[in-house]
């Protein structure tokens, strides 16, 4: 795998949270097995003009000074009901989980307009733009070959917890941290896992 395919990968890992720069830079220099490039100078405003040419990423800013957008909300009744909280995000185009969602401004039109360096967006912006991989693309990553639709089994919340999980990467998730950090009960998570367990998209250790 090249490193523009690794960093998308790891980009389309982080799930629709997305990531800084700077995190994308641990990303890579954690990522294992290790890629073979140093990330320095000349690597990263490489990596960085790549990303922007690319049309599966966006590039978002987070205003949280300007007014915040309402969250958005599922069609279906039912599926608001079963989402603990805005964060657990389901729309025609989106699927994830997101804190920042709400105070996103996509700038990746002014960034290619302007023909912005990766030096130009880290003045401008700092830590407050974020990469986000598209949700097809996520997806094909999430799944690999088998690219599994989300369906009646895999469902929006159960395809948001396989997010969460692929987030971790080789470390792991504890079935607790569903309630714990992101308020999903704990009856209901442990069905969710049941049934992901079921369909192979997920392993349990002890």
């Known amino acids: 795998m090249d490193l523009i395919d690794t960093a998308i990968e790891e980009l389309a890992l982080e799930g629709l949270e997305g990531s800084c720069l700077s995190n994308l830079w641990k990303l890579l220099e954690e990522r294992q097995p290790p890629i073979n490039n140093p990330l320095d100078q000349w690597t990263k405003p490489y990596i ?7 049309e599966h990423v966006q590039f978002y800013y987070l205003d949280y000074n300007g007014k915040k957008q309402d969250p ?6 039912a599926l608001r009901l079963s989402l603990t909280s805005e964060f657990w995000i389901v729309t025609d185009d989106h699927i994830g989980y997101s804190q920042t969602f709400s105070y996103r401004v996509d700038v990746k039109p002014d960034i290619v307009k302007d023909a912005m360096s990766l030096e130009d967006a880290e003045n401008r912006w700092g830590g407050d733009l974020i990469m986000v991989i598209c949700q097809q693309l996520r997806q094909r990553i999430l799944f690999g070959k088998s690219n599994s639709p989300v369906n009646d089994d895999i469902t929006p919340i159960r395809y948001i917890m396989l997010e969460l999980i692929g987030k971790t990467r080789w470390k792991g998730f504890h079935q607790s941290d569903f309630r714990s950090i992101y308020g999903l009960d704990p009856r209901s998570s442990f069905h969710h896992v049941k049934i992901l367990n079921h369909h192979h998209m997920i392993t349990k250790q002890v």
């Open 48 to 54: 960085w003009k790549k990303l922007v040419e690319c």
């Open 72 to 77: 958005p909300l599922a069609k279906k009744k």
